[in-house]
DNA sequence: CCCAGTTTGTTCCCGCGTTCACAAACTCCT
DNA sequence: AGGAGTTTGTGAACGCGGGAACAAACTGGG
């Protein structure tokens, strides 16, 4: 399998010195036919500029043509002045005194996202939940093209998921080479996370979205983002605790555990996947 | 108008609740002394409070009574001084010159976060992702006790997920007062999601977790996180156009896109579920 | 008992992100 | 054409979170 992949530019496999080079900032070539200094979107506005452009495609839905910065940002559910500081760093994309063209801004927003490309998706692990990403319009609609649905259970080989079937974690490495697939999905169960990662980073996959409660250790230069969906559900637990302690003194019951009950409880956390 | 909500701690005029206070006295060290300002936990922290808790189940796992914030902080993925200085937040826990109990801390972090205690949840909408959330072992392994699984389809009526039957959407006023729900999972299409969240609120759940593509607008005083699926893919997606960018030198290719192929491309996304 | 070694808890500093406020720029009406 | 009204883009202030560095505190050995 060595792969070695063509194109994605060789994906600078030494990198020389242990990974101090995360942000090169001399990057001698700016100017060539350009414009803008698109150099160092925050990472801030980058998580926002989804949300921007959903609410773009929802109002060229309705049929509006244009919408001022105030009229967007309550669509997306963000302060305006945040929007406009947002939007500043893609460019003067908007006319004052008169607001935003809906198309064209959603163009601009979906190419500087890269969305208007065609990105190919590999989801490794097909349990439940890989089962609805694999479904989930979402990642297709968006330019998301998931070009394999990969599972280690022998017995679900061939199973019928959406419009494909499940194919054997063997042909990871061959799948990722063929289709050149930059970005790899995890939704494996905790333990067998790292190693599908490490299959998948050696295949030449540099973007990982990670489904499995684990730490993921990657080599410099590879993204790791994860989605933890007990850890959402605790930090709302967090902030209900506060909310229930401060109001009501009706609910006094115990609030101590039992250290055995604890035990118990959490002991099957460990293999959740 | 609906001007930023989030009042994390503006809220709570009253606080009136002596009996509030009964909470914690078992704090032999803490009594009196230090006044504990446990009021306002940085939300930074309380994001990596369930990671740390991860680790420390994990380490607990493998028979580790003991270990430093160092050790902890590589199992967790995060710096060692970002940990100590999380952990300072709850209190002193650890042992200087020795290092934190793992059982201790587990236990301390997860009473801090609340998954000592038992949180009724109800998933609305059980399509794919619903399915998936109602069989996710991270969910009722933490504290959080599924009571209904939720839809509005008649077609799923009394379909088995789990060991749990789908029942009608209009029991969910009922089931929420019964069980006393605090917390609501929502996983319908984006159409259906705000007239759920409203039913929710008004039956008084105070915290939601979204997983439709659309903004929800809620109460002050109500709780929303919000997970995005796409929305992570497309960050992944940025970076990858980034390091595709920098690197090579073939990216002469197109980067305008025929606007009218952009409106077929995104037309679609809309209504993505 | 005292000293060396270890590790926590905390303080200080810096950089990022958010927000305010305003000049610049555009439209529309007279 | 010119002024009034709007709205963008941005400079500056500010608060929060991250990271390094250090004092405090505990253990263990002699």
New interface residues.
């Given amino acids: 399998m060595t792969s070695t992949r063509s194109n994605?530019?060789?994906a600078?496999p030494g990198e020389g010195a242990g990974g101090a080079a995360s942000r090169n900032e001399a990057?001698p070539e700016v100017s060539a036919s350009t414009r803008v200094p698109e150099r160092g979107i925050p990472e801030a506005t980058?998580?926002r500029?989804?949300?921007y452009?959903?609410?773009l495609?929802?109002l060229?839905?309705r049929g509006i043509a244009t919408c001022s910065s105030e009229e967007l940002a309550?669509?997306?559910?963000v302060?305006s002045a945040k929007l406009r500081k947002d939007l500043s760093y893609l460019g003067s994309y908007g006319t004052r005194g008169v607001g935003y063209d809906v198309?064209y801004l959603?163009?601009q927003i979906?190419?500087?996202?890269?969305?208007?490309?065609d990105?190919p998706?590999v989801i490794v692990g097909i349990?439940?939940?890989g089962?609805?990403?694999a479904?989930?319009?979402?990642?297709t609609?968006?330019?998301?093209r998931i070009v394999a649905l990969l599972d280690s259970d022998p017995a679900r080989l061939g199973e019928p998921v959406g419009q494909m079937r499940i194919r054997g974690i063997d042909e990871l490495e061959a799948i990722v080479d063929e289709h050149d697939v930059?970005?790899g999905?995890i939704a494996t169960p905790a333990a067998a996370a790292q190693g599908v990662c490490d299959r998948l980073v050696t295949g030449g996959v540099?973007?990982?979205?990670n489904f499995a409660?684990t730490?993921l250790?990657v080599p410099a230069?590879v993204?790791v983002?994860k989605?933890?969906?007990?850890?959402?559900?605790?930090?709302?637990?967090?902030?209900?605790?506060r909310?229930?302690?401060?109001?009501p003194?009706a609910q006094?019951a115990e609030?101590?555990?039992a250290?055995a009950d604890?035990d118990g409880?959490?002991?099957?956390?460990?293999?959740?996947?």
């Fill in positions: 994605r530019n060789g600078a990057r980058v998580a500029l989804p949300i452009l959903r609410a495609i929802t060229a839905e309550t669509a997306a559910g302060n198309e959603r163009y979906a190419r500087e996202i890269g969305v208007t490309q990105w998706v349990g439940n939940l089962h609805a990403l479904n989930y319009s979402g990642f609609s968006r330019g998301f930059a970005i999905v540099t973007s990982i979205l409660p730490v250790s230069g993204d983002r989605v933890d969906l007990s850890i959402e559900l605790q930090i709302l637990a967090y902030h209900e605790q909310k229930a302690m401060s109001a003194a006094l609030p101590e555990l250290a604890l409880a959490l002991a099957r956390v460990v293999e959740s996947a």
